[in-house]
């Protein structure tokens, strides 16, 4: 319908029409011959639907009227979107089991997660210029299988595998076949060396063959709340005093922190899984090993302190502290005497027959030593002063292989010819010369790899595999599918089949004995260790089946040996009330009673311990209202979130509430970055602060401090670390910043 509009003039039977009427009518006709006016081509569905081709048959269709060219206009729309209507864009999908794609369709995310499954596209006929863009988004092992209509090729195939994760793929659709238009794949790159693999992995386990492995000392390590652990290397110094209780690392890293000042690390079960479950407060020189057995799960397996004293409750004793009261005699050891209790003993037997110099010539007999049969005997006559075999017969086995040592210029290849070779182990106990292999398109495609010098980490870190986990059993027996295995079960062990050269680590679900023995398996101390349920130790194998403990951490935190239990501590002679042990500072501890705002925190007119909760609300305009809930003194008690008195301000502006033992004074900043709570009584200590928020599109970092004794909250984006101007967050947003204080007093 034509666009209505006023006549200035409206002519009647009878008018004499003058010059000016007929000028105005037709300035009023060209004036409003616009878009607007002109009259709609969509007042119904089948309207908005019409389309003309303007190419059928391969000639031009001419486009007589303004509707005639919309129509054509629309056709061309609709052949770029491949839609079912030219205004109908067509959307994203995420499918994630066997799917059809529709012509609706233009961009397709697909899950593998579940297992393998096909993608089959529509027909091509009828569809030329139609383009899809399909993806595997998920890193598991099974395939997505893209599949033509029926005999329908794709480059010539029947079908296309997007087989890792992020492969992706354009088609294009040329009305009887398909075709690729650009294609990501990551299995069709080669390197012609391991730095240019970003994702290097090995296809078995990395033989250092007589050299060392380096580990990068990363740039330093700025202390923050979670701690970020960079991918520069597998050694950092953290700087700074800011305390955590989480870390932002990839799964399967072995890494080392050198702390230089004092903070404390928070105790989380998963997070964070220090030694003893108890938080650990670092001081300069401490140097500690974690592993991620997982994205963002951290357990330390090693903590050493710059003072050499155990982590929790260890007590070390000096050899000149060990007394021998009232013992007399001579020379004596203190010997373990296999109760659970030690006594001093006299030196053992150290000639034989009681004798005190060398065995003069004739038998020595061996029936009463251990590991020799009655009546087997030699003479000092059949050995000469070097100790060789003088005379006589040999009457042991034949001499092994394995005990003979050859140079390489021992080894002779008879008959060999045909250029250079080498000797292979051929896996049947024989071994035969051959040609050299050739080369190889990746480090993983090397089944047994070796290194030709150390291997530079260029930057990265080194990866250590978690393993399955190993069942318990004697031997206890080390997989070669990881360096960092759980093991199950409750089988004690007194040895290990390992390779030599290997260094991993055990977490123990449960209790085992393992038994001390000074070749095969040994441990701190010389002695056996009972294992509990989350107890972490690293081992070296220096040989085959020949293994060291180099580390132990118990899931308590307690030293290996030399532990001492609370009740083990006394207090003689101290007495008027309860007292804490106290470290003094100079290397002796003393027992103190608990001093006010000091060793305790408690409800006392000069010290308190307090809950504040802000709730900063956006008013719109660059208004924000501050609410405060607490529970007791020194907080305003009338602005809590069901009051109507909260504060209410723009930036630069402040608002008092209250009066008095319950005023509080809320300011900020001028750019909206820094809100300050001005409390009657001044805040000494933030012991715990946290924020939540209404609308996912706010991510802040609030850095919390004390500024004359006032609360101090400032507004950071937690990524970019780039300044937040709060007052914008909207008016339907809240953000809440929850702290646990202390006020007043000196604590």
């Not at 190993?470 to 390992?498: E, K, R, W």
């Not at 290397?587 to 006392?604: F, K, N, P, V, Y």
Request: hydrophobic share 35%.
């Amino acid at each position: 319908m034509g666009y209505p509009y006023s006549m200035t003039y409206t002519v009647s039977a009878g008018d004499t029409i003058l010059a000016a009427h007929y000028n105005t009518a037709n300035n009023e006709h060209i004036n409003n011959n616009i878009p607007e006016s002109i009259d709609d081509y969509s007042a119904n569905a089948t309207e908005m639907k019409a389309t003309a081709d303007p190419y059928p048959a391969g000639s031009e269709s001419l486009a007589t009227t303004l509707d005639g060219e919309i129509q054509r206009i629309r056709y061309v729309i609709n052949q770029i979107l491949k839609s079912t209507q030219w205004y109908i864009f067509p959307d994203l999908v995420t499918k994630t089991t066997t799917y059809t794609a529709t012509l609706a369709d233009r961009i397709i995310l697909c899950s593998t997660a579940g297992g393998a499954w096909s993608l089959t596209l529509p027909a091509a006929s009828g569809n030329t210029d139609k383009t899809y863009y399909i993806k595997k988004t998920t890193g598991d092992a099974y395939a997505l299988t893209i599949d033509g209509n029926a005999s329908e090729t794709i480059d010539g195939s029947t079908t296309l595998a997007l087989s890792t994760q992020y492969d992706s793929v354009l088609i294009a659709c040329d009305g009887s076949n398909w075709h690729t238009l650009a294609q990501k794949d990551a299995d069709l790159t080669t390197f012609s060396n391991v730095v240019e693999d970003a994702t290097p992995q090995l296809g078995g386990f990395l033989d250092a063959n007589g050299n060392y492995m380096q580990t990068e000392k990363g740039g330093d390590i700025a202390s923050a709340s979670p701690l970020v652990i960079d991918t520069d290397g597998d050694y950092f110094d953290v700087t700074g005093t800011t305390g955590f209780a989480a870390m932002t690392v990839v799964a399967d890293r072995q890494f080392t922190l050198q702390f230089d000042g004092a903070l404390t690390m928070t105790h989380h079960a998963t997070n964070l899984d220090l030694p003893g479950e108890s938080n650990i407060t670092t001081a300069a020189g401490d140097v500690a090993i974690f592993q991620s057995t997982g994205s963002n799960t951290v357990q330390c397996i090693s903590y050493v302190k710059a003072d050499g004293t155990a982590v929790v409750g260890g007590s070390a004793t000096e050899g000149t502290a060990v007394l021998s009261t009232g013992e007399g005699g001579g020379t004596k050891f203190l010997r373990e005497d296999g109760d659970g209790t030690s006594s001093w003993q006299t030196a053992p037997v150290t000639s034989v027959s009681g004798s005190t110099g060398a065995v003069a010539d004739g038998d020595i007999d061996h029936d009463s030593l251990a590991n020799f049969a009655a009546n087997e005997h030699f003479t000092q006559a059949n050995i000469t002063a070097t100790g060789t075999v003088a005379s006589g017969t040999w009457q042991g086995t034949a001499v092994d292989g394995t005990y003979v040592d050859l140079e390489g210029t021992e080894l002779k290849s008879t008959g060999e010819a045909g250029g250079t070779k080498f000797l292979r182990e051929d896996g049947d106990g024989t071994c035969s010369w051959q040609a050299a292999a050739g080369g190889i398109a990746s480090v993983a495609a090397d089944g047994s790899p070796q290194l030709g010098g150390f291997l530079d980490a260029n930057g990265n870190y080194m990866q250590t595999e978690k393993g399955g986990d190993l069942t318990s059993a004697s031997p206890l027996v080390i997989d070669t599918d990881g360096d960092y295995f759980d093991v199950t079960g409750t089988t004690n062990f007194t040895a290990m089949t390992v390779a030599a050269d290997r260094q991993f680590t055990l977490q123990f679900d449960g209790v085992l004995t393992m038994t001390h023995h000074a070749t095969n398996l040994d441990l701190p101390g010389e002695a056996n260790i009972t294992t509990a349920a989350g107890d972490v130790a690293t081992f070296q194998s220096t040989g085959s089946n020949t293994v060291q403990c180099i580390s132990y951490v118990k899931a308590d935190g307690t030293a290996v040996v030399g532990s001492v239990e609370g009740t083990a501590v006394l207090s003689t002679g101290e007495a008027g009330g309860t007292k804490y042990l106290r470290e003094d500072g100079d290397g002796t501890c003393s027992w103190q009673t608990a001093g006010a705002g000091d060793a305790i925190l408690g409800d006392t007119a000069g010290n308190k311990l307090r809950v504040l909760t802000v709730r900063l609300v956006g008013q719109g305009s660059s208004n924000i209202k501050c609410k405060g809930y607490h529970d007791g003194i020194g907080f305003n008690i009338s602005a809590n979130y069901s009051g109507s008195t909260s504060a209410s301000f723009t930036k630069s502006g402040s608002a008092t509430v209250g009066s008095g033992a319950t005023e509080v004074t809320y300011s900020l900043h001028a750019a909206g970055v820094q809100l300050t709570v001005n409390m009657v009584e001044a805040i000494t200590n933030i012991l715990q602060s946290g924020w939540s928020y209404n609308d996912t599109g706010v991510d802040t970092d609030t850095n919390c401090s004390i500024s004359d004794g006032n609360l101090q909250i400032n507004f950071k984006n937690s990524v970019t670390g780039a300044n937040i101007d709060i007052s914008g967050i909207g008016s339907t947003t809240y953000l809440d910043i929850q702290f646990l204080l202390i006020i007043g007093g000196g604590g």
